[in-house]
């Protein structure tokens, strides 16, 4: 299930270069490329879905452990105290990317980063 014109899907095989800090079975985890904060992080399923409406609920457990373990692991390396997780779907909520993904923003106290 890969799209040939999605810039994800083309992350996903490796035809675009991305920073990967995270696998498992169906998801990666990469930097996005304009963070609102560091170690701001998109976790991407591996396969093609336009956003979370489109995403079997099966892949929900993986989804929840790997956003689990990223902003764990943010908070252990010092970039985070905590984090914001979040998920566009559909244009009117800002989608710009038309595959899946969730952000995992680092937050510290007085960052100044509004929503
Ligand atoms: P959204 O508004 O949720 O669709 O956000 C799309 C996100 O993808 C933005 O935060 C972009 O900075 C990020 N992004 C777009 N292209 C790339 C890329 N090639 N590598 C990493 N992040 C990207
Ligand atoms: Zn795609």
Do not use: W
């Amino acid at each position: 299930m890969t799209n040939q014109e999605c810039i994800f899907c083309k992350i996903v095989n490796g035809e675009i270069e991305s920073k990967e800090v995270y696998e498992d079975d169906n998801f990666i985890g990469i930097l996005d490329a304009n963070p609102k904060t560091p170690g701001h992080t998109l976790i991407i399923p591996k396969k093609h879905f336009r956003n979370i409406l489109d995403m079997p609920t099966t892949l929900g457990n993986e989804l929840l452990e790997a956003t689990k373990k990223i902003s764990l692991k943010l908070i252990k390396e010092k970039k985070a105290e905590g984090t914001n997780i979040l998920i566009n779907n559909e244009p009117s909520a800002g989608q710009l990317v038309f595959h899946m993904h969730a952000h995992i923003i680092p937050r510290k106290k007085n960052d100044k980063i509004t929503f």
